[in-house]
C-alpha cells in the first residue's frame, strides 16, 4: 500500500475526523480487538499510525522492526497493514501461507474493480479453476525455463537499443528512469504483442504514454478512500472518475490492437507467436484480455514512476 506524506492528508483527515468516529464506533465489532495479531506502535484514534510512519515508510518500518521484530502490525486509518520485514518472515508469507496471503490490495480509484477480481490472476480473490487455468497458461507460455531463454535475444536488443540512445545524449541531462521504463514497457509489449508501444522521444502508440503516465499519478495521489473504504462511494477526491477516462483511453487501444489480431487470425489461421495469439486460441473474450494486459502493464508502470 502507497504511504503517503502526512502532511497532504492532515486538512482532509481533521474535516473527517468526527463523522468517521462516529461510524466507526458504530459498526466496530468487539471481537476485533481478540484477534492475535502480531505486535506494533500503539496506533492513534482514527488516524492509525500514518502519523508516525510520516513521509519515509522505508525508515519508519524500520525502525518499527528493531524494537518489535520482524513481523509487524501496522493500522493505516482504518486499515491494518501486516510488514514481514526479514527473509524467514517473507518466506512464510508468500510461501508457507501463499494461498491465505497472496491477495493483492486494489486501489480504491480503480473502476470496476470486481471485473478485476474476476479477470486478473494477481489480483483474484481466490484461487479457483479460472485462476488455475490461467496461471497454468502464463506458467508455460512466459515463465518456463524454455520461454525465459528464448527471450533472451530480446532482452538483449532491448538493452542494447537503450544504450545506444543514451551515447546519443552524451553531454545531456536525462531522467534516466524515464527512458529504463521505455526500455522494459516495451520488452513485455514485445512479448504480448510482438511490436514496440513506446518510443525512446514522443508519446508511443497512440499516446499511450501520457494516457499511462496520468493514470500512474493519479494512483500515486493519496486517497482518503485508501484508508478509510466506507469514504469509497463518494469519491470525495474526485481520483476514480479521472481513472475511468484514462483507463478508457487505454482499453481503446488495446481494443485496436485485439481487433486487429483477430482478424489476421481469421484471415491467416491460428499459428501462436506470442502472449495475445495464446489468449485468443485459449478462447479468451476481449474484456478478459483487456484486463489481463491492464493488470500486468499498470503494475510495471507503477515501479517505474513512483
Known sequence: MLIPSFSILLPSLLLL???????????????????????GPNPWPILGNLPQIGQNAHISITQFANIYGPLISLKLGAQRLVVASSPATATAVLKTHDRFLSNRYILQMTPDRALYNQHSLVFSPECGDHWKNLRSICKANLFTAKAIESQAILREKKMKELVEFLESKQGSVVKIKDFVF?????????????????????????????????????????????FYPL?????????RKKAAIYMNEVDSLWGILIKERREIHCQQGSASSDFLDVLIQSGFSDQQINYLINVSTKSHSFNYFK
Not at 20 to 35: C, G, N, Q, T, V
Not at 198 to 204: A, C, H, I, P, R
Not at 231 to 239: A, K, T
Request: net charge positive.
Open 17 to 39: 475526523i468526527p463523522p468517521i468516529f462516529i461510524i466507526l464506533k458504530r459498526i466496530k465489532s468487539p471481537s476485533l480487538k481478540k484477534l492475535p495479531l502480531p505486535p
Open 182 to 226: 521505455t526500455s522494459v514497457f516495451n520488452t513485455l509489449s514485445n512479448l504480448i504483442f510482438s511490436m514496440d508501444l513506446l518510443d525512446f522521444v514522443g508519446d508511443g502508440f497512440n499516446g499511450i504514454k501520457g494516457s499511462f503516465k496520468k493514470m500512474m499519478d493519479l494512483g500515486l495521489t493519496p486517497n482518503l478512500a485508501d
Open 231 to 239: 469514504l469509497r462511494r463518494f469519491d470525495l477526491q474526485g481520483l
